[in-house]
């Protein structure tokens, strides 16, 4: 097993190289989860009224300059892109479950194409991270006394996958699994061989189903647009947020509730549309036609070309997803108490 001593002096990124890693100052401080200051705060604009369900959020990648391999923790504007997420994203669990997310020393983006294999020993330093932090999370904040979500998207989706498959994150265990309402992967795949290495881990089949995962990833239907997208995992498990299933049913936009596009001027009041999209799984890709404002899905970055929609996965079924949470929180109550 490979140390992050093996790693000394390698230049590891893709497609750009970062400086040749140096364990004894490219390491950051780990988190200590009792300090609140560990714990991403949530805007003042969201609801603070306790909610029967708690979320687990873990951020996507926001580290992306040209020298530092894992976030400090403490870096303001680091810290501000973080809590962006959950403005953007985790937003749709507002007023419906109690959010918590904890500062992790997450990646960056130019070695997430190998954070999973020559770079594994610095990825395991997040994932380290957030095995305590929800640990904490259990012991000091749920304690039991409520079911729980597990969200997140991109390298967020990466972590909550490889920790599921590892016995983490509540899939330890049967009796563990039974507090999970849903975990929602987003921007990331999961394959049947990544449910072979831990069978108590299962694809959501409806809109009510619960104690199961959901993944998809957005793209255009160009051909071979799939090819371009990193997080696309060829045989990976496709769940459509239109219909909430794993077929090849072609929803139409009039099924898209509303797309929220989030602006950092005025953040409480996101560009909203309606029937924004339609969607239907074609092979390992959620194939999105019928885009009634193109122009609120330029492409952003090298890693995600034009017609890979990454960045938009939450933003573009927006509407949907905060209908789906209700949906699933509501059936596994009902669940529960006729059990």
């Given amino acids: 097993m490979m140390t992050l001593k093996d790693l000394k002096g390698q230049k590891l990124g893709i497609p750009v190289t970062l400086p040749p890693f140096d364990p004894e100052k490219d390491v950051t401080n780990a988190p200590d989860y009792n300090r609140p200051e560990c714990w991403l705060t949530l ?20 580290l992306s300059d040209d020298t530092t391999y894992l976030m400090d923790i403490t870096d303001p504007g680091l810290r501000e892109k973080a809590e962006w997420t959950i403005v953007e994203q985790a937003s749709i669990f507002d007023g419906q479950a109690n959010i918590y997310a904890p500062y992790y020393r997450q990646n960056n983006v130019k070695i997430n194409p190998v954070m999973l294999t020559a770079a594994r020993p610095i990825f395991d330093l997040g994932q380290q991270d957030l095995i305590r932090a929800f640990d904490y999370f259990l012991k000091n904040i749920n304690r039991g006394e409520r079911p729980i979500i597990l969200a997140a998207h991109s390298q967020g989706s990466v972590r909550v996958v490889e920790l599921s498959k590892a016995g983490e994150l509540l899939t330890g265990s049967e009796d563990s699994l039974k507090k999970l309402i849903a975990a929602y992967t987003i921007g990331y795949s999961i394959t ?22 959901i993944t998809y990833n957005s793209i255009s239907d160009e051909k071979n647009k799939e090819r371009e997208a990193p997080t696309i995992i060829p045989g990976t498990f496709v769940v459509n947020p239109l219909t909430w299933k794993t077929d090849n049913e072609y929803a139409p936009a009039s099924s898209n509730i509303e797309a929220a596009f989030f602006r950092h001027e005025h953040p409480e009041t996101p560009n909203r549309y309606k029937n924004f999209a339609a969607a239907q799984v074609v092979g390992s890709d959620l194939i999105l036609t019928d ?5 609120e899905l330029p492409a952003t970055s090298v890693t995600f070309p034009k017609g890979v929609y990454h960045m938009y996965d939450y933003a573009i079924f ?4 905060r ?17």
């Fill in 192 to 213: 049947q061989e990544d449910l072979d290495i831990n069978p108590l881990m299962r694809i959501c089949e409806n809109a009510e189903d619960t104690g199961c995962f």
């Fill in 291 to 295: 885009i009634s404002h193109p122009e």
């Fill in 43 to 62: 805007p003042d604009h969201f609801s603070r009224e306790r909610q029967p369900v708690d979320v687990f959020w873990v951020y996507p990648t926001i």
């Fill in 323 to 339: 209908a789906n949470v209700a949906d699933r929180i509501s059936s596994y109550f009902k669940k529960d108490n006729s059990g």
């Fill in 318 to 321: 927006y509407g949907n997803l």
